[in-house]
């Protein structure tokens, strides 16, 4: 099995805690402000509606991992989806702009179940990418799919894995250069095969 986290699992689990303990501390706030005003009961009330989402919130998060076991891509946090890359019926590239964080990510459809795998994020702040092992694994596994259309996918992980073991800049990073002509002001946006097939020929 090949870890394909973008976001190391230590660091899911200090973000939990973070959003645990601010969902719990808002919570009691607002609780004791609202019990003090009118009634214990309505305190109460309160305290569960606000203070419940942060908390399966963080539950997911800390339980957030994606792999791939042969040609089987597994995404876990509250419940668990797997899809197999043999019954592979659509591949494109989400391209999501989060309080200026950019994400790239593969979007894998088999049947009736879809999941995305995260590969690079991109902000002022720095970058994280996927290691090398991971997509040259990812790679491999879209190619045993026999799929033409998975063959451009996997070039265009391909070119990012050579431009990472070289220590290319940026803008010689195939999904920085993806996620850079992504339009302005869509929090998501998905890129199919015409789009990326037209990029990594571009890239020839």
Known sequence: MVPLDLIAPAVLRRRAVVVAVGGTVLALLVGA????????????????????PPW??????????????????GV?????????LTQLTDLGVLVSQVRGIRTVGLLVT?????????LAAYAERGIRELDLLALRKLA????????????????????QLRAEARGAGLDERPLFLLAAAAQEGRLAQRLGHDVVSRFVASME
Do not use: N, Y
Not at 141 to 154: D, E, H, N, R
């Open 33 to 52: 402000l609202a019990g003090l005003l009118t009634d214990p009961t309505a305190g109460t009330v309160l305290f569960v509606v606000i203070g419940v």
């Open 56 to 73: 399966l919130l963080s539950f997911a998060e800390s339980r957030r991992r994606t792999w791939l076991a042969g040609t089987e891509i």
């Open 76 to 84: 876990r946090a509250l419940s668990t989806t797997k899809v197999d």
């Open 110 to 118: 088999c049947g009736r179940s879809t999941v995305t795998v995260p």
């Open 140 to 159: 491999d596994a879209l190619i045993a799919t026999g799929q033409p259309s998975a063959l451009v996918f996997s070039e265009l992980l391909v070119a």
